[in-house]
């Protein structure tokens, strides 16, 4: 037995066979879905699923001769031609990721001990991936602190400017100042994204973000009138939008798929460090006297202080690399490897990496149907899909109830029977909580998985804030203050490993290249617009639901939560960026009808706890990365 003679297409031929939709993809692109036909458990099903998982890896459609010729041609045309070999490595890695570089020619022995190395120590990245990590949640962290030093100031500039009573005017005033940022991002900070990663990148938007905090941290500081200090906290969300949309992204583009969910998350765990920062930092100035000419120095110096972790990110961002994906979406390819290599352990990996983002990237322009990308987001179906997912985990993020928390828990303790600075020492504790318990999702996002965080904690989110409610109706102060503190720091141990890291995480991934930004601009903009709608209402709401009532109110959302990501938010745990094209190709009527027959299952199983079959996968995605399956090299084939 010979091999046979191939005839190894040129780089046009290669991108044309790239690009020409698969059976999944004309389904996607002319028909606006993939329908798995559940009805039929058989052949037909078999087929459907196997269809789709063929499709994931489009290097699959070659054979080892054509990926090295072509992976070969890529490095030769696109200014790489020293790493030629490198490539051609990389490109048979990237074929068959599983193999370990077991049984394919051309790689040596320390090459399969990279690889193996890289398979079995998941958490053995390069340092500088881990210092781009640092900078992104030291990012995370002046967000926080952006959102929480208010919580303490309040307490003192409300009778300083006059808006301390219980009138309509005056709650509504207070929530107007408190939520003056969100409304930024949600209508122009997050938008501005965009044409801000276009012409500046991942790091000069992050750089530019981060300066903008910290001005008008400063400007909040020197405010002599609520209006004034509306003004100032406003311009606080052109910082806060471009920011929260540009990080999340920056990290999950320089990260492996492997571990991209934990680091990825570290956005949520650091802005919940940087809310415990903000608890700390109201504390800490609480008892500071006035000066002379300086009325209310005190809650001058907690707004203030947010500045100073937005300067030291200013300062470290430019030693970091810049995304690779965002040189390659600009065709700078070299530029790209460049930075890959920086970013991972080895040359061997980082050329596997850009190869495979190349091909990727082509694959994904068949979903491209013209130039107007906003309008695609909604009218593509892979990209629609994603936008509701994303819509659905952004929009809960608020409406589970925990900002009001953060913003209002000051006054909430106070209300409950605290005093003062006893109310500023128990929300300190529920920050404390928030950053702690949302370093067990650093080890489960990635394996647990996204959705099931969300499954698991939404209910427990509900029961708990009904218990908070409920606590307010207690008559014993000493009761009522313990039960109080008891539902909120529960409330936030079981926020902060689920609705916390998940929904930044998820938007950042869910979208393909090409929308990305505009995605995330989407994503960012729901969490901030209803972050916005929660902090204005939550002093008239409590006004006219009475607290008990109010707390009721978002625990009846958290059940709401719990049935929209059920039925139609999918996984998209260790899947690479593009991979996710193909979960994301599943209609949503499918999906929400798989997940609604499941529920029988769990109830059966994890309830009644009877040994039933466990009903067939909706889609499946070979990528195992714990199993070593080798595919045939040329010399076996042979």
Partial sequence: MTTKDTIVPSAANYENRLLRPSLSAERCVAEGDIELDRHHHGHHLHHEKQDLADDTNPLINFTQEEVIANAAEYART??????????????????????????????TDQDRDDLAHESHHRWAQNRTLYSLVVVCSLAAAVQGMDETVINGAQLFFVDQFGIGG??????????????????????????????????????GTIFVSCLVAAITCFWSACTDTWWHLFIARFCLGFGIGAKSA????????????????????MWQMWTAFGIMLGYVADVAFYKVPDKPNIEGLNWRLMLGSALFPALIVCCQVFF????PRWYMGRGEHRK?????????????QAARDIYYMHVLLLEETVLKRGHNRVLELFTIPRNRRAALASWIVMFMQQFCGVNVIAYYSSVIFRDSGFSPISALLASMGFGIINFLFAIPAVYTIDTFGRRNLLLTTFPLMALFLLFTGFSFYIPNEKARVGCVALGIYLFGIAYSPGEGPVPFTYSAEAFPLYIRDVGMSFATATTWFFNFVLAITWPSLQSAFTTQGAFGWYAGWNIVG???????????????????DKVFGVTTRTHAKYQASKLPYW??????????EEPIPLYELDLDFDKNIASPSIEEKA
């Fill in 320 to 323: 970091c690399p810049e995304s």
């Fill in 336 to 348: 790209a490897f460049e930075s890959m290599v920086r970013l991972r352990t080895s040359n061997l």
């Fill in 603 to 612: 109830y059966s199983r994890y309830i009644l706890r009877q040994d039933v």
């Fill in 562 to 580: 719990f049935f929209l990501v059920l039925l139609f938010v999918p996984e998209t745990k260790a899947l690479t960026l593009e991979e996710l």
């Fill in 166 to 203: 219980d009138s309509s005017r005056d709650t509504w005033i207070l929530g107007l100042v408190n939520a003056a940022p969100y409304l930024c991002c949600a209508c122009i900070g997050c938008w501005l994204s965009d044409p801000l990663n276009k012409a500046l990148g991942r790091r």
């Fill in 78 to 107: 696109h200014g790489l031609e020293e790493y030629e070999e490198l490539f051609k490595k990389g490109g048979l890695i990237a074929q068959n990721p599983k193999s370990l570089g077991i049984g394919l020619p051309l790689l």
């Fill in 246 to 265: 540009t990080v999340p992204v920056y990290a999950a583009e320089c990260t492996p798929a492997v571990v991209r969910g934990a680091l990825v998350m």
